[in-house]
């Protein structure tokens, strides 16, 4: 069965400055995910405490709410084909030395405090995630993308 799903996914400040916002989003396209949300925005300390208040308290909270609010940030919601694992794949492991070789973090980033890119762990935290920095009216899925034309149609095979 099918399973569509949506997740979070920020290009953090250290991407964005370092011009990768086209190679990164390439990455996601490619795989023939639907982008149906996307902006440039500053993060504010207080959207930056809402998005990371679980890691509150460890010893790099501090230096994390500090880069995210460094610079701009370019959020996304990506819908696919169980979208949250799946991109978590193409983002790789927190650690840039442990994330597989060809995912983002693994071929843009060095250090754990600079990894680029935010993915959502979850479900539940894109929903989360989605949700705060995101309106319902500024996600726009009322069109088809190529993958969704060409794939199977469960619907029409049934009927
Ligand atoms: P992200 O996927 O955005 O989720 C939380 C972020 O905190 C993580 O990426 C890193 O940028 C940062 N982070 C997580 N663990 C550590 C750590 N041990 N040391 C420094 N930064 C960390």
Redesign the pocket.
Same mark, same amino acid.
């Given at each position: 069965m099918r399973s569509e799903e949506r997740t979070f996914v /920020?290009i %953090?400040p250290d991407g964005v400055k370092r011009g990768l916002i086209g190679k990164i989003l390439e990455r996601f396209e490619n795989k023939g995910f639907k982008i149906v949300g996307m902006k440039l925005l500053q993060v504010t300390p207080e959207l930056a405490a809402k998005? +990371?208040e679980e890691?509150y308290g %460890?010893?790099? $909270?501090k230096?994390?709410i500090h +880069? &995210?609010t460094s610079g701009p940030i370019v959020a996304m919601v990506i819908e696919g084909y169980e979208a949250v694992e799946s991109v978590r794949h193409i #983002?790789g492991a927190?650690?840039p030395i442990k994330a597989d070789v060809g995912t983002i973090r693994a071929d843009f980033a060095q &250090?754990?405090? $600079?990894?680029v #890119?935010? /993915?959502s762990?979850s479900l539940e935290s894109a929903a989360r995630e989605i949700g705060l920095y995101f309106k319902p009216e500024e996600i726009y899925d009322n069109w088809q993308s190529m993958l969704e034309m060409i794939t199977f149609d469960e619907e029409r095979y049934n009927g």
């Open positions: /920020a %953090k998005h +990371y890691h %460890k010893p790099f $909270y230096r994390l +880069y &995210i #983002v927190t650690s &250090i754990m405090e $600079y990894n #890119v935010h /993915a762990d």
